[in-house]
Nanobody, 122 residues
Framework: QLQASGGGLVRAGASPRLSCAASGRAFNTYTISWLRQAPDEERGFVAAITWSGGSFYEESVKGRFTMSRDNAKNTVSLQMNSLKPEDTAVYFC??????????????????WGQGTLVTVSS
């Protein structure tokens, strides 16, 4: 199971950090992804980190967001910098074992956290 936290109401330009805590074994064998869903939009890829630490980012967050993982603590973090109002969304962490070419596809993930809302005011 995954538990996301760290959302809230922030101003544009803020740098909050989201966390995703996982329970269970074999956490270090999974790719963990962050996806987000804005109002009236489909859920979309934000970032992912493989079991070996390789990271992938959606173009609009590259250079602003950084994902990291601590396998000893079964946690993943998403450091978000220079937030913009268009980053407003519910952020979900998810676990799966996608091949790299499909790492951005939400269908590749089969364990999902409950989501945490990030609202960015201008």
């Amino acid at each position: 199971q995954l538990q996301a936290s760290g959302g809230g109401l922030v101003r544009a330009g803020a740098s909050p950090r989201l966390s995703c805590a996982a329970s269970g074994r074999a956490f270090n064998t999974y790719t963990i992804s962050w996806l987000r869903q804005a109002p009236d939009e489909e859920r979309g890829f934000v970032a992912a980190i493989t079991w070996s630490g390789g990271s992938f980012y959606e173009e609009s967050v590259k250079g602003r967001f950084t994902m990291s993982r601590d396998n000893a603590k079964n946690t993943v973090s998403l450091q978000m910098n220079s937030l913009k109002p268009e980053d407003t969304a519910v952020y979900f962490c998810a676990a799966g074992r996608p091949i790299v070419s499909a790492i951005r596809s939400s269908t590749m993930y089969y364990s999902w956290g409950q989501g945490t809302l990030v609202t960015v005011s201008s």
